[in-house]
């Protein structure tokens, strides 16, 4: 069974830093596309970083600079480093993959509600 399972979240003050972590399992291949999304309350679901077969890599306007997502070697764990927090940062994260060309942000809003695979969420709570 195909499987994205977050970990990692939690309070923070701003200011802080959280490493969200998502472990993939049940792929024979990995899919192409691989991301994080985001949910505050009242707010649509929105692309914050993914990450490409290739190893490219694509950041939310919001989070550039402040967001690093990555891979391991296996593919199979991808993480998202987060570190000078704002409260405007809290909602659900998601990890999320797809198996369709492209990976960037814009491809992420288009597809915010109809990625492949979807894990359940890690919630991030930050506070002023």
């Known amino acids: 069974q195909k499987r994205l399972v977050e970990s990692g979240g939690g309070s923070v003050q701003a200011g802080g830093s959280l490493t969200l972590s998502c472990a993939a399992s049940?792929?024979?291949?990995?899919?192409?596309?691989m991301a994080w999304f985001r949910q505050a309350s009242g707010l649509e679901r929105e692309g914050v970083a993914s990450i490409y077969f290739d190893g490219y890599t694509y950041y939310g306007d919001s989070v550039k600079g402040r967001f690093s997502i990555s891979q391991d070697k296996t593919g199979n764990t991808l993480t998202l480093q987060m570190s000078d927090l704002k409260p405007e940062d809290t909602g659900r994260y998601y990890c999320?993959?797809?198996?369709?060309?492209?990976?960037?942000?814009?491809?992420?809003?288009?597809?915010?509600?109809?990625?492949?695979?979807w894990g359940d969420g890690t919630l991030v709570t930050v506070s002023s």
């Open positions: 049940g792929y024979r291949t990995l899919p192409r596309c």
């Open positions: 999320a993959a797809d198996s369709r060309l492209g990976c960037s942000l814009a491809l992420l809003a288009a597809r915010r509600n109809d990625m492949e695979y």
